[in-house]
C-alpha cells in the first residue's frame, strides 16, 4: 500500500498502461486460485478448535505452558490475516503496481510476485489426524524430559546435602 502511495508512476494515467493492467487483473483471477497460496480456510479452524487435544497443555514458542487452544487461537488469527487480508490485499494491488512497470520487466514481476506469494504455502502437508498424533507424541515426550530432569535436580540436591559438613552451633 505505501509503495503504491508513493509511486508516482502509478498516479500519472499516462505512464499506466491500460493493458498490462488488463493482462494482470487477467492473471490474478486466473493464477490467484493456485498460484498465489492458499486462501483462509475457516472450517480447518472451527474442526481444529473443536478437538479434545485443544485442552491438552503444551509450550507458547517453546517457553510457556498453556493449553493448545489459546496457541491455535493465535495461530487462526495469523492464518486470517495473512491468507485473507493480506493475500486481497496482494491480488488487489498488484495490477496496479504491475500496470506501470517497463515491458521487459513485467514477466519477471508477475513470475516473481506470484513465487513469494507461494511461499508460506506447505507442499504435501498431512493429515489432521497424523498431526494430532505427533502433537500428543511430542507433549509424551516433552513430559517424560521434564520428568528426568527433575529427578536430576532431586539427585544433585541430595548429592549437595551429602557433601555439605554439618553446621556447628556457635560456641
Not at 28 to 39: A, C, F, L, P, W
Request: hydrophobic share 45%; proline share 4%.
Amino acid at each position: 500500500v505505501y509503495e503504491v502511495d508513493r509511486d508516482e508512476a502509478s498516479k500519472q494515467a499516462c505512464k499506466v498502461s491500460f493493458g498490462k493492467w488488463f493482462v494482470a487483473s487477467i492473471l490474478t483471477v486466473i493464477v490467484g486460485q493456485s498460484e498465489v497460496g492458499s486462501e483462509y480456510d475457516p472450517k480447518f479452524w472451527e474442526v481444529l478448535l473443536e478437538r479434545e487435544e485443544a485442552q491438552m497443555d503444551g509450550r507458547f514458542f517453546l517457553c510457556w505452558r498453556t493449553k493448545n487452544l489459546y496457541m491455535w487461537k493465535v495461530r487462526h488469527t495469523y492464518s486470517f490475516i495473512v491468507n485473507n487480508i493480506f493475500r486481497m490485499l496482494i491480488l488487489g494491488l498488484a495490477p496496479i503496481m504491475l500496470s506501470v512497470t517497463p515491458a521487459f520487466e513485467f514477466i519477471k514481476d508477475v513470475l516473481a510476485l506470484f513465487f513469494i506469494t507461494k511461499l508460506d504455502d506447505v507442499d504435501g502437508g498431512s493429515s489432521l489426524e497424523q498431526e494430532m498424533s505427533e502433537l500428543k507424541a511430542r507433549e509424551k515426550e516433552s513430559y517424560d524430559l521434564l520428568a528426568v530432569d527433575q529427578d536430576l535436580e532431586q539427585t544433585a540436591d541430595v548429592t549437595v546435602m551429602l557433601d555439605t559438613p554439618p553446621e556447628r552451633p556457635p560456641s
